[in-house]
């Protein structure tokens, strides 16, 4: 098992719940993680948890492996739009392909996303369209970490920011604000969407925020 040093959507609905519920009020908190402090913003009982500025590693020549390790060929990727590893605090590959189809299609080689996660110390894959379920949105993607015990996640925060910002830097997406859907093509559906907003300064990312809300489901009591 691995230790996850950030985990969005624990974040994004632990924070939700303590709005929800009366347990905390104002508009700006904090949590304290393996690396340090991240400001939360609280927006009704909305939660959005701060990332930071990203870098960049190209996959360059190792793109066939990634593309393999999920079943896709070159032609699957968009013009102009690399693989690339985005770090904002947690790394992930993040893997443009054209269309809702071939994000459907994809058929992850879960050994082989294990040991490409483990080369290039990745939390996972990000695979994402441009194409998106409902209208109005930036993108859908699935998420695999096989290598921390996750095949696919249905809303995963932390990638979702590194994404926003390979939007904007890497495509050219050049606003400050990205929704993005994920969940549709899991087994079984589980559908959510994310909100990242990007702190730019002189045309540069400085911070990144991404968000959602929790939605309160049941209570359950653990003896201990």
Request: aromatic share 8%; net charge negative.
């Amino acid at each position: 098992n691995r230790r996850i040093a950030d985990c969005g959507h624990a974040t994004i609905a632990t924070f939700s719940y303590l709005v929800q519920s009366g347990l905390l009020n104002g508009e700006v908190s904090s949590k304290e993680i393996l690396d340090g402090r991240r400001d939360i913003v609280l927006k009704g009982d909305m939660a959005f948890m701060e990332q930071l500025r990203p870098t960049y590693v190209s996959a360059g020549p190792r793109t066939r492996q990634f593309l393999d390790s999920l079943g896709l060929q070159p032609e699957h990727l968009p013009e102009r739009a690399p693989i690339e590893i985005v770090n904002t605090g947690n790394a992930f590959a993040i893997i443009p392909v054209k269309t809702l189809d071939h994000l459907r299609l994809v058929k992850p080689d879960f050994d082989a996303i294990s040991k490409l996660s483990a080369e290039f110390d990745l939390i996972g894959y990000y695979v994402f369209s441009e194409q998106t379920n409902t209208e109005g949105r930036d993108a859908s993607t699935r998420m695999f970490a096989p290598r921390y015990g996750i095949l696919e996640e249905a809303g995963t925060g932390m990638a979702a920011g590194p994404l926003a910002c390979y939007l904007y830097d890497v495509l050219g997406r050049k606003k400050e604000k990205f929704l993005i859907e994920q969940g549709w093509f899991m087994d079984e559906p589980s559908p959510s969407v994310l909100t990242a907003e990007l702190s730019v300064v002189a045309g540069k990312i400085n911070s990144v925020m991404v968000g959602g809300k929790g939605m309160y489901s049941r209570s359950v009591t653990v003896d201990l």
